[in-house]
């Protein structure tokens, strides 16, 4: 599998600022990146996904910003919450879905109250 | 939205016996599946992919024999652990391509082997 990079391992922010977790890829032949949400026990639930012809998408207090060239994207939690803590992973796929998604390795993040 | 039910959701059983672990697509038909393994704190790795009436494709060090995948229709795959063992004790996490590029997940099976 072809690997993506994601930073940092682990995340502690205050309640009502921003989360920044930062994906990096290396095969431009992926065409769609997402992001999922992962609690413990639980199976990864889509957050908001992004494809390279667009540079940036935002649902809610969810953000993805999407560097081509650099062959980065990002994702970007508003006003964290407490009910946000949880493993973040990004992805990426190619060939439209029809390929399994290569996961990034993880992101924990804590809010604190 | 597309849903993918698995079950179980936990399962402790005997080293050597075998374990069946069943993923179902509830309102779309899944021709492709995937099949993942997540040890405690890891990311998600891909161990398979199947085709509905097809063979099942392994992941390079994924013991096909061990790991036994069918895929006999649209709305059903399943992940068979044979002669489980100790080692094989992770959260095993099924998915489903919906369609448009999107991919659904079932909610995880934590597999214990003692």
């Known amino acids: 599998q072809q690997q993506v990079k994601q930073s940092p391992q682990s995340l502690i922010v205050q309640k009502g600022g921003i989360s920044i977790i930062n994906c990096a890829y290396e095969n431009t032949a992926f065409d769609y990146f997402p992001w999922y949400q992962q609690f413990p026990g639980k199976g990864p639930a889509l957050l908001i996904a992004?494809?390279?012809?667009?540079s940036e998408k935002k649902e809610g207090r969810f953000t993805i910003s999407f560097n081509k060239s650099a062959k980065q994207f990002s994702l970007h939690i508003m006003d964290s919450q407490p009910g946000d803590s949880a493993t973040y992973f990004c992805?990426?796929?190619?060939?439209?879905?029809?390929?399994?998604?290569?996961f990034g390795s993880g992101t924990r993040l804590q809010v604190q109250p | 939205g597309a849903v993918v039910s698995q079950h179980p959701s936990r399962v402790i059983c005997k080293s050597g016996t075998s374990v069946k672990i069943e993923c179902r697509s509830l309102?779309?038909?899944?021709?492709?599946m995937f099949w993942y393994r997540q040890f405690p704190k890891q990311s998600l790795m891909l161990m398979a992919t199947?085709?509905?009436?097809?063979?099942?494709?392994?992941e390079q060090g994924v013991e096909k024999d061990k790991f036994l995948i069918n895929h006999a229709s649209l709305t059903l795959s399943t992940l068979t652990v044979t002669s489980a063992h100790p080692e094989d004790s992770s959260f095993y996490i099924c998915s489903a391509n919906t369609g448009g590029g999107g991919y659904t997940f079932g909610s995880g099976t934590r597999l214990t082997v003692v």
């Open positions: 992805a990426a796929s190619m060939d439209t879905g029809r390929r399994a998604l290569t």
């Open positions: 309102d779309f038909q899944a021709t492709t």
């Open positions: 199947s085709n509905e009436g097809s063979k099942a494709t392994y």
């Open positions: 992004i494809r390279p012809d667009v």
